[in-house]
């Protein structure tokens, strides 16, 4: 059925002025209208379309918008366009930035003009002459509803193309903000009149030969100029995101997905975020010798609307929590807190409760200090090492899920530039371009590295900097710089042996370099010593697991969720403890201890 869009027009220009909702105090509160005005005075560059608001408004044009959201996203501009115009009059428009001063200067000697023509009997509309992306001095996007289910990157198939779509993944890679043509303006070397030409695309041809009538009427072939300062640029940044990988089906590898960002959604994510993004599939128009090279086969991109950083909205939302509540309270005054919460740490595991405790230092690290210059950590690096099935990889699988902002990562399938940072080259410039790692993914958060032991010397050597001065420093291809990577990491190893061997010494039974082992904080020996009692109860604990799906229950050790454990460890981040005098002299004189200790043992 062929649709009137003027129609459809008429429905979008009501539901623009006439939509509302009632604020607390029962008035009600003309959202679209009022932002309107913000935006014809220019105190607003953005306004989001809420399909919630459509739907509750018109449901069938809500879902006509879904279906067709490039069409819709052009009606919405040319009816916004019209209601500023009706807003403003015969008043110009606020001069804020260069392209507005050139947009008031061109629109006064147009007035003139048509003044002048005006009173010999032709009236022409000054505004027509340009083009509206000139003119349209604000960005225009939809926003998902609530109740949409992100996709995966995989479900996205051809059926999508054209329609808007939300989709979840990683951030894996987000380049530069650069300048976008959106409109080139160009002014003759001959008659002096001016063109305008505007890009839809990601590439574009200049215009050469002068399109006015003076200029065709006798053929004076007049060449055309670029006039940077009558064009109009908007903000572009490509991002790439990858599916979760709970998401991966067995045997397959994630997929990837480009996502082209304008204007005001730029910078909003980095590498390693986790994000929501609703936008337009759009076919890629292939140039040149791809264009042959290709045949049928065409690439999508997702042209982005909307960005939900799901990371710091839980970042935001545990900072924001405010004040325990009175239950919670009288959980944390209880004198076994400590140990409760390091028996949440991964329940269904028996034991261990000293590394869980580590585990929860790590979790809520230390506090970064500068001295005069000189940075001291507050990260926390903690070292597993065990016999194989003491459930070290379980520990650290769940710190993984804990932590707001981890990777997790294994010592074979991992090399030193996945770990810190690889030299790329960039797809639309050509240039040469860092890509995080692991490493920087996790900046602020938990790296998990698991059969530590099993890395080769040369990738294990990468990270020796970022455990002590929390940087990583490139040098390669031309690029000389210092990347973040403010991370704990915790490492799982097994010994030298595969088990323990109480036979041979502690470092022999290590095995890991001294430069290494003098920058991880705590190092954790764990056997697997035969104890009939204790595997006795560690075998009725596992099968009663494996029986019920969760932990035996304790008498007065009721395990904190997830979630409780995630906020009291955010709210924990806030606080900054300083060192008492007689912690520190406790501290000096075990110090003392230890290197008295050791020097018995050299000697």
């Known amino acids: 059925m062929a649709l009137d869009f003027d129609k459809e027009k008429e429905k979008i220009r009501e539901f623009i002025k006439n939509f509302y909702a009632e604020s607390e105090d029962g008035t009600k509160v003309f959202t679209y209208a009022e932002q309107m005005v913000d935006l014809a005075e220019r105190t607003q560059t953005a306004l989001s379309i809420n399909l919630d608001d459509v739907h509750e408004f018109d449901p069938e044009l809500a879902e006509a918008i879904r279906a067709n959201a490039r069409r819709y996203h052009t009606l919405y501009q040319e009816v916004m366009d019209e209601l500023i115009k009706e807003h403003l009059g015969d008043r110009d428009p606020p001069v804020i930035d260069a392209l507005d001063s050139f947009i008031y200067q061109r629109l006064t000697m147009d007035r003139a003009h ?162 929501r993004i609703t936008g337009v599939l759009v076919p890629l128009l292939r140039q040149g010798f791809k264009q042959v090279a290709g045949g049928l086969v065409t690439d999508v991109y997702l042209e982005c609307h909307t960005i939900e950083n799901l990371s710091t909205r839980e970042e935001d939302s545990l900072a924001e929590m405010g004040e325990l509540t009175d239950e919670e309270i009288e959980r944390v005054s209880q004198d076994n807190f400590y140990d409760l919460l390091a028996y949440s740490i991964a329940p269904e595991i028996y034991g261990h409760t000293d590394v869980k405790k580590s585990l929860l230092l790590a979790l809520v690290g230390g506090v970064d200090k500068n001295a005069n210059g000189m940075k001291i950590r507050g990260a926390l690096n903690i070292l597993l090492m065990g016999d194989p099935g003491v459930a070290k990889s379980q520990l650290l699988s769940y710190v993984d899920r804990l932590a707001p902002r981890s990777q997790y990562t294994t010592g074979r399938g991992s090399s030193g530039v996945g770990l810190t940072a690889a030299v790329c080259k960039d797809p639309h410039t050509g240039e040469m371009t860092l890509e995080g790692g692991a490493l920087v993914l996790a900046d602020r958060g938990i790296c998990c590295i698991d059969e530590f032991d099993k890395m080769v010397d040369q990738d294990r050597t990468a990270i020796h900097e970022v455990m002590e001065q929390q940087t990583i420093s490139i040098a390669k291809a031309g690029i000389l710089t210092t990347l973040n990577a403010r991370v704990s990491i915790v490492a799982a190893a097994n010994p030298a042996y595969g088990r323990y061997n109480p036979h041979k010494s502690i470092e022999q039974n290590v095995d890991l370099p001294a430069a290494l082992l003098s920058r991880f904080d705590v190092l954790w020996l764990m056997q697997d010593k035969a104890d009939r009692e204790a595997d006795r109860r560690l075998a009725q604990h596992i099968t009663y697991v494996h029986m019920k799906g969760h932990q035996p229950e304790i008498t007065g050790m009721q395990p904190m969720d997830m979630s409780t454990v995630r906020r009291y460890i955010a709210m924990c981040k806030k606080k900054e403890p300083v060192v008492e005098e007689r912690l520190r002299e406790k501290s000096v004189s075990n110090l003392d201890v230890i290197r008295n200790f050791d020097l018995q043992f050299v000697t």
């Open 114 to 275: 048509k003044n002048a023509e005006g009173a010999m009997g032709e009236v022409h509309d000054p505004r027509k002459k340009y083009p509206p992306q000139l003119l349209r001095r604000y960005e225009l996007m939809f926003k998902s509803r609530v109740l949409d289910k992100a996709m995966n990157v995989r479900d996205i198939k051809a059926a999508y193309v054209g329609k808007l779509v939300t989709v979840g993944g990683s951030v894996i890679r987000a380049s530069e903000v650069r300048p976008m043509a959106s409109v080139m303006t160009y002014t003759c070397d001959t008659c002096g009149s001016e063109a305008y030409q505007p890009v839809n695309g990601p590439t574009f041809n200049p215009a050469q030969q002068c399109p006015s009538s003076d200029c065709v009427e006798s053929r004076a072939n007049g060449r055309l100029h670029m006039q940077i300062r009558g064009s109009k640029m908007v903000k572009f940044q490509e991002i790439k995101i990858q599916e979760h990988s709970d998401q991966v089906p067995v045997g397959s590898i994630p997929r990837l997905l480009s996502i082209n960002v304008y204007g005001e959604m730029t910078r909003t994510c980095a590498p390693g975020d986790s994000v």
